[in-house]
């Protein structure tokens, strides 16, 4: 039996090809199909993800903790859920847009199969099992500065405001989400 691996570092380079901004280095799992997000970028010369920030800023945390302090707590945790679904929504249409712009056409696609993510191409949001490395938000900050918009990292790593989405995005059509 011969076989043959490669592990490739994700290198971001600037509009003119170059600088690298950052590298991304993802874990591989120990078991299965040895699947690492690294297996998305061709090896063969250049080729492209994407990042995106989505939120949907503050008020919606705001709003439902004044209502918990008024002791409407149902009213405020289902003000904070639209919150969160919001950013989740966003991100979703952004997704799509970023699927267009490279030129993916989701043809006839249903809402279910939108819903299952049953269309080319996955995003991938750092602290879960394919970019565990929740520090590498900090690199993704560096590269969209979404600070402008009032979006902001703790000390931990976690986004503020609560109500925010991120992913790197990968558009093979072999793209599947795993665990480690």
Request: hydrophobic share 35%; net charge negative; aromatic share 14%.
């Amino acid at each position: 039996m011969e076989k043959e691996r490669k592990i490739f570092k994700i290198e971001v380079l600037s509009d003119d090809l170059s600088t690298v901004l950052e590298t991304f280095d993802f874990p591989r799992q120990k078991y299965g199909q040895y699947l690492s997000l690294n297996d998305y970028v061709s090896p063969d010369g250049i080729d492209y993800i994407g990042f995106f920030v989505a939120t949907a800023g503050e008020k919606s945390r705001l709003v439902s903790n004044e209502l918990k302090e008024k002791g409407e707590f149902y009213r405020g945790h289902i003000v904070n859920s639209v919150g969160l679904e919001l950013a989740e929504a966003t991100s979703e249409y952004i997704h799509k847009m970023m699927r267009q712009d490279v030129g993916i056409i989701d043809k006839d696609i249903t809402l279910n199969e939108i819903l299952s993510a049953q269309y080319q191409g996955n995003r991938y949001s750092f602290g879960y099992p394919a970019c565990p490395d929740l520090s590498d938000q900090r690199k993704l900050f560096n590269l969209l500065k979404p600070e402008r918009y009032g979006i902001s990292l703790t000390e931990e790593f976690m986004m503020y405001p609560e109500a925010t989405v991120s992913a790197i995005v990968f558009s093979q059509p072999f793209c599947k989400y795993f665990n480690m």
